[in-house]
């Protein structure tokens, strides 16, 4: 399965801050326990970049995704992309449902493989 383990053990919290260094997080709480995060890179470009959307294993298929991605896109605008792996057959699903598109023209090769860039879809008007 492509995709990697979002709430496996930290050994050290510098590593999560690091990590969302010049992000905004919204996170997504269950009796008072974070269950997902959306971290939004907010620079100077033209278009914000969804950097990390996560969402604990235990919590997977009830929405949290789904409601973390609209509360991105209600905070910061349409105007965001993000990349994920081109192996990764599960996000991609998620984000086409979500009304996201995929930029065939936009995508590499990291040390994790291969990625294509997936641009929120403005509705109409915006």
């Not at 209600?74 to 792996?85: C, E, I, M, N, V």
Request: proline letters at 4%; hydrophobic letters at 40%; charged letters at 20%.
């Amino acid at each position: 399965m492509a995709g990697r383990d979002s709430f496996g053990p930290v050994a050290d919290s510098g590593v999560f801050r690091r990590a969302t260094q010049d992000e905004q997080i919204l996170v997504a709480e269950c009796g008072g326990k974070v269950v997902g995060l959306a971290a939004v890179h907010t620079g100077d470009a033209p278009e914000h970049f969804l950097h990390h959307l996560y969402v604990h294993p235990a919590h997977g298929g009830q929405g949290v995704g789904a409601r973390r991605l609209a509360a991105v896109v209600a905070r910061f605008g349409p105007h965001l992309s993000l990349k994920t792996q081109l192996a990764n057959t599960r996000a991609r699903r998620f984000y086409a449902r979500a009304g996201w598109v995929e930029d065939h023209g936009d995508c590499g090769v990291d040390a994790i493989g291969a990625w294509i860039r997936i641009r929120c879809q403005p509705r109409q008007g915006e």
